[in-house]
Structure formats: structure tokens, C-alpha cells
Nanobody
Framework: QVQVVESGGGLVQPGGSLRLSCAASKSIFSINTMGWYRQAPGKQRELVATIYSGGITSYADSVKGRFTISGDYARATVYLQMRSLKPEDTAEYYC?????????WGQGTQVTVSS
């Protein structure tokens, strides 16, 4: 059974930075996309950033210019560098690895931006 595990969350002051990591416990073949989502209390889960095979990336408007997604498809690892964090970035952050057969979700890592 493949597990996807996130790490790197925590408490940070506004304007600070965090780097989230996500790794699969076993190889995942034929990956189509890898991405990060977030869910704040009382809100729906939203897409934050995606990295496609070949390295093309896309971002939610709310994080453009502040967040950077990167990853290694061969190792099924994906990262999210977050800068200039704002209180509204507070949420549980989830990693998703999508291949031809299914989506693999992590359990989430909490990011709290507060002074």
C-alpha cells in the first residue's frame, strides 16, 4: 500500500517562510500530476499549485509570486516553498499525486500564520 506523507508545516509569523515536503513510501508509476491543496476551517479544499510532467507549473491567484512548487517525478516527491506568508494562508495543506489509475492523498500538514 502506497502512502503519501507531508511534512514541514508549523507556526510562522506573517511575512515568514516555510517549505513543505511530500514523499511517497513506494514508487508510483505513470504519474500525471503532483500538487498541493489546502483547506481552512469552514472552507472547501482548494488547489494551491500543480506541477505537470515536463516541469510546467500552475498556481492559484492568491499565491502567485509567493509560492513555488517543485518536484521529482521519478521519486514521487513534491515540495512547496512558501514565502511572504499571510494569515489567510493558514490551513491544512495536502499533497496529491495523480497517476493513470488513482489519486494518492497525504494526511495533511498544518500551516498556521500568526503573530
Amino acid at each position: 500500500q502506497v502512502q503519501v506523507v507531508e511534512s514541514g508545516g508549523g507556526l510562522v509569523q506573517p511575512g515568514g517562510s516555510l517549505r513543505l515536503s511530500c514523499a511517497a513510501s513506494k514508487s508510483i508509476f505513470s504519474i500525471n500530476t503532483m500538487g498541493w491543496y489546502r483547506q481552512a476551517p469552514g472552507k472547501q479544499r482548494e488547489l494551491v499549485a500543480t506541477i505537470y510532467s515536463g516541469g510546467i507549473t500552475s498556481y492559484a491567484d492568491s499565491v502567485k509570486g509567493r509560492f513555488t512548487i517543485s518536484g521529482d517525478y521519478a521519486r514521487a516527491t513534491v515540495y512547496l516553498q512558501m514565502r511572504s506568508l499571510k494569515p489567510e494562508d493558514t490551513a491544512e495543506y495536502y499533497c496529491k499525486v495523480q497517476n493513470r489509475e488513482r489519486a494518492y492523498w497525504g494526511q495533511g500538514t498544518q500551516v498556521t500564520v500568526s503573530s
